[in-house]
C-alpha cells in the first residue's frame, strides 16, 4: 500500500474563477479546461466527473486491448440521473455503455477475447476514478 499524501501520491488541480459561473481548472503540467454552471458549452462539474469516469476506464481498456489490436472504433457513453435524496443532490444509476470494434483477423479477435474481462478489470480494480466513486472517499476542506 502507498502513503496518502505523499509526493508519489498526490494529485491537485486547481479551479480559479474567471467570473460568476465560469472557471478555469488548471493541472500541474499547465494544461486547462474551463469550466462552467451550463450556461453555455463549458463542462460542468457533474459532466466532468461523468468524463473522469469515462476517461479512466476507457484509458485502462484501451491501453490493455490495443497491445492486440487497434481498435477501429472505441467509444463510452457515461450517464446517470442527476437527484436528490433526502434534500441532498447526488449522482445516480451510473452507467458506462461500451461501443468497441475491432479489425477482422487474428489480432482483432485476441482482442476482442480479452475486452470483457478488460472491462471487468478496470471497473473492479484498475480504475482510481470509478473505484473511488463506488467506495466513497470522505472529502475534507481546508483554509489556504
Not at 475491432?102 to 480494480?125: K, N
Request: proline share 5%.
Amino acid at each position: 500500500m502507498t502513503t496518502p499524501g505523499s509526493p508519489d501520491t498526490r494529485r491537485a488541480v486547481d479551479m480559479e474563477r474567471t467570473s460568476l459561473g465560469f472557471y478555469t481548472a488548471t493541472n500541474v503540467r499547465g494544461g486547462t479546461l474551463r469550466v462552467g454552471s451550463g450556461e453555455d458549452a463549458d463542462f460542468t462539474p457533474v459532466e466532468l466527473l461523468l468524463a473522469a469516469i469515462g476517461g479512466c476506464t476507457m484509458i485502462d481498456v484501451d491501453n490493455i486491448t490495443s497491445r492486440r489490436a487497434e481498435p477501429t472504433h472505441l467509444r463510452v457513453t457515461v450517464s446517470g440521473d442527476k437527484v436528490k435524496v433526502d434534500g441532498a443532490a447526488q449522482m445516480t444509476g451510473l452507467t458506462v455503455t461500451w461501443d468497441v470494434a475491432y479489425p477482422e483477423g487474428p489480432e482483432g479477435d485476441q482482442a476482442r477475447a480479452v475486452l470483457h474481462d478488460t472491462i471487468r478489470m478496470s471497473h473492479d480494480r484498475l480504475c482510481t476514478v470509478g473505484r473511488t466513486v463506488e467506495v466513497g472517499s470522505p472529502i475534507g476542506d481546508e483554509m489556504a
